[in-house]
């Protein structure tokens, strides 16, 4: 689909603000179940952490997100990864801001000192020409005046696909796949990427980073399967 410069990206009508990309009725409709601040999974409204982040937190401390994996802000993300639609990032990088600044309002939500995407392995970069997560991080660590680091963390070797492994394959596929290039002892972190399915990927970056002595670390991305 053709889509005209100042135009909602998903309703087509014409924008208030040409640089928002969706328009703010299309991007208040984006909404999710109630889920716990930490793992980013459906829990009761009002509770801190839900049950299973109280027995096995994860190595992150806080994950933000848009909407859970569906339209209309699915078809968004495969436009942006695989038709290279790199003009929709943005837009789409917005849609975290207006999150993350919700999430600060409310006090959920410390200010971060630096920002970084998750890394696609050299090899893929090349072959697709450009990392998604790396093109959200950038424009939103511009707007919150933080520390943009592209390479903190290196992705050392290329892994199987994920989406075709089980939680535990998954984890080992990862194991010495990320290196941290930056110190990052004492600093606040946040890792951008695109999608969050099992969080193993942001897991094992979110464990690297603490292990370096981190002081927090959020992960924000879209979407969230849930
Ligand atoms: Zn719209
Ligand atoms: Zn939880």
């Not at 014409?14 to 179940?33: F, K, M, Q, V």
């Not at 939103?140 to 089980?166: S, V």
């Not at 990862?174 to 002892?185: M, N, Q, S, Y």
Request: proline share 7%; with cysteine.
């Amino acid at each position: 689909m053709l889509t005209i410069p100042g135009l909602c990206w998903l309703c087509h009508m014409p924008l208030a603000c040409p640089a928002w990309g969706i328009c703010s009725r299309c991007s208040s409709a984006l909404t999710s179940p109630a889920c716990c601040p930490r793992c980013g999974l459906p829990a009761a409204q009002g509770i801190a952490q839900c049950g299973r982040c109280l027995q096995k937190p994860p190595p992150w401390d806080k994950l933000l997100f848009v909407t859970d994996y569906r339209a209309p802000l699915k078809s968004l993300v495969h436009r942006l990864k695989f038709t290279a639609t790199t003009a929709l990032a943005p837009a789409l990088a917005r849609l975290i801001l207006l999150k993350v600044n919700e999430a600060r309002r409310n006090g959920a939500v410390a200010k971060p000192e630096v920002i970084i995407a998750v890394p696609l392995h050299s090899r893929r970069a090349w072959r697709r020409g450009f990392n998604q997560s790396a093109l959200l991080a950038a424009p939103l660590a511009h707007w919150l005046q933080c520390d943009y680091q592209q390479a903190a963390i290196r992705r050392t070797r290329a892994t199987a696909a994920q989406h075709k492994l089980g939680a535990n394959q998954r984890r080992r596929n990862l194991r010495g796949a990320f290196r941290v290039e930056f110190p990052v002892a004492g600093r606040h972190m946040v890792i951008v990427d695109d999608v969050v399915t099992t969080g193993s990927t942001v897991a094992e970056m979110a464990r690297l980073l603490k292990k370096r002595g981190a002081a927090t670390v959020q992960v924000w991305c879209l979407c969230r399967t849930l």
